[in-house]
């Protein structure tokens, strides 16, 4: 456990199974924007990040059980099910974005697949117009790349957040009217929770955690798989000898270049972890890179082994009830 004074003081936990718990523990570490406990009256503080988003996260910045009853109006299109029936059209995308590079012998992984490919596949599995794929793309890029410290980029990143925020929902009300295909958004676009219709704006939330949860984690992990690839050659060999190790190895990448390398929680009763005696209001920030790289968990952690036997018991999709919808999709089974 260290700890930081910044943004109104924060705890980082680093260690796996403190890393789990608190995941497991959503009683005691609450996901909720706009937190209040008694003895700091007037201040309010929460959500899942340090500092906190400009813009909430949907369903993942809510507590049970109201997270949980989003959560099972779309859990259902990230079922193991579900994304093997999608395969064929992950493949088609995947094909198109080679076939306009092949001709000239060369690719860049960034630029001509991991960039563009999570923003298609996001935009497509979700039903939402594959046009826009670069703004989108671009503005969550931003979000976790912005230069710090800069006003001007923040300034920047605000703007294009603003602008996918607006596009969604000039797109979302049309896709209502238009009667669409049986897609996640109009799931969420024809859903009732407590007998009552989603707001718009819940569903923009939503909208916008899936697509911030699934480009640019993507985007960050095939690129640095990739890079690693490039730079260990007889591991690159060895897949390519033997496809069977891509699950695992998949696994291996997502443990070791961890994309989402933290997540935020806070203290709502008196609890101890890691040696440290925490009160309501507390912030703590899970670094699930570090938990990812606990040589209690993982031995030898800093050597990629692309056939480790437990290394599906990362953390880089979560754990718990907030665990990574997507995790399906990002993995190949």
């Not at 996001?122 to 670069?134: H, I, N, V």
């Not at 923040?154 to 925020?165: I, M, R, S």
């Not at 049309?174 to 996640?184: L, Q």
Request: hydrophobic share 40%; net charge negative; charged share 25%.
């Amino acid at each position: 456990m260290a700890h930081s004074d910044r943004h109104g003081g924060f705890h980082v936990v680093t260690r796996y199974a403190d890393v789990r718990r608190v995941l497991h523990e959503p009683a005691t570490f609450a996901c909720g924007r706009e937190l209040e406990f008694a003895h700091a009256p007037g201040r309010r503080t929460g959500g899942v990040t340090v500092p906190i988003n400009p813009v909430r996260m949907g369903m993942m910045e809510l507590d049970p059980p109201e997270s949980q009853a989003y959560r099972r109006l779309v859990a259902p299109y990230f079922s193991p099910k579900a994304i093997k029936e999608y395969q064929p059209r992950l493949a088609e995308i995947v094909t198109w974005l080679v076939d306009r590079v092949i001709g000239t012998g060369r690719i860049d992984f960034v630029d001509d697949l991991s960039n563009p490919l999570p923003a298609l596949v996001s935009l497509d599995y979700f039903g939402l117009p594959l046009e826009r794929w670069a703004d989108y793309a671009s503005a969550l890029h931003k979000a976790a790349y912005r230069e710090k410290g800069s006003a001007r980029a923040v300034a920047e990143l605000l703007a294009d957040l603003g602008g996918t925020l607006a596009g969604l929902r000039v797109t979302l009300p049309e896709r209502r009217a238009e009667g669409a295909p049986d897609t996640v958004v109009d799931r969420l676009l024809g859903a009732e929770v407590d007998g009552a219709p989603l707001p718009d704006e819940i569903v923009t939330e939503m909208v916008f955690m899936l697509l911030n949860g699934g480009i640019d984690t993507s985007t960050a992990l095939i690129a640095s798989m990739f890079g690693h690839l490039g730079a260990h050659p007889a591991r690159r060999a060895e897949l390519a000898a033997d496809p069977t190790l891509v699950p695992t190895a998949v696994d291996e990448m997502l443990r070791y270049f961890t994309p989402g390398t933290g997540v935020a929680r806070t203290v709502t009763a008196p609890v101890e972890l890691g040696g440290v005696a925490l009160r309501p209001g507390d912030r703590v920030l899970l670094a699930l890179g570090s938990a990812n790289n606990d040589p209690e968990m993982f031995p030898d952690p800093d050597d990629v082994r692309l056939d480790r036997d437990n290394n599906s018991k990362h953390l880089a999709f979560g754990s718990g009830i907030h665990r990574c919808l997507g995790a399906f999709l990002a993995r190949p089974r």
